[in-house]
């Protein structure tokens, strides 16, 4: 199979057909939430469980699960981006899918077919 992303002229060729875009005003209005939920988890002041258990009892329109999804969009957006021009990251992605392929294939010969 040849790379379509091993030289710098091909990227060009590329259209990115865009779901849709991302509202970042709940985002800016819920960041303060933001910023608490995430020094909540990094000063281990709580588990993740409990903070996602929270989180899932509230419903999928409440203003901070709204501006997590928007969120969510963004980190995948800068992820997409960074994979289509670091083919050093495309490398090292492949290579764990590898490993992990080949460990599922080691425990059963039928999975692997």
Known sequence: MR???STKSNQSNFQINAGGSINTQPIEEQWDNILRLVATLKL????PSVLLKRLTSYSN???LNVALQELGKVVQ???VLKYMDQEDLRRRI???LTQVESLHCSGSPAACR
């Open 3 to 5: 790379n379509c992303f």
């Open 44 to 47: 281990k002041h709580t588990i």
């Open 61 to 63: 329109r409440h203003p």
């Open 77 to 79: 957006s800068i992820f």
């Open 94 to 96: 492949n290579h764990q």
